[in-house]
């Protein structure tokens, strides 16, 4: 297994576990985060701090579940399923969205750049409509 992919596994289980700590610590203090879904970039660890609680806010107990990934060299894509409950407040550019209790499913793409063992960058794509449809706001 490559040392990128490795990397990446780190990052999702340290997020998974709320051990934002761990994520922190294996990005560049430079690191770009682009949530495409809601034409958001976040930059710097404070960004990404920010990036992260958006979700963590509105699915306290998300989990990623990895199902595909490509690697090369540096750069790793990769597919997984995101499966929490609504029991927070999400918070999206639109406002806020109570909690309602129900389970959600949502299919994400990311693209990682790994440099020096530290996240670079990276683009999450996810079908918000398909969050928002399942939370009952669509």
Known sequence: MSDSKQLTIAIH???????????LA???????????AFGAVFTGKEGFM?????????FPDVRI???HFVVEGGSVA??????GTHTGTLQT???????TGKKVEL???????WENGKLRSLHNY???????????AM
């Open 78 to 83: 990769v597919q997984f399923t995101g499966r």
């Open 126 to 136: 996810q079908d918000a409509g398909s969050l928002l449809r399942q939370i009952g």
């Open 50 to 58: 920010q990036f992260m609680q958006s979700f963590k806010t509105g």
């Open 107 to 113: 299919h994400v793409a990311e693209f990682l750049v």
């Open 26 to 36: 294996l990005c560049h203090e430079n690191v770009e985060v682009h949530a495409h």
């Open 93 to 99: 550019p639109a406002g806020d969205i109570p909690a």
């Open 65 to 67: 579940a990895h199902e």
């Open 13 to 23: 289980e340290a997020f998974s576990n709320n051990a934002f700590d761990q994520v």
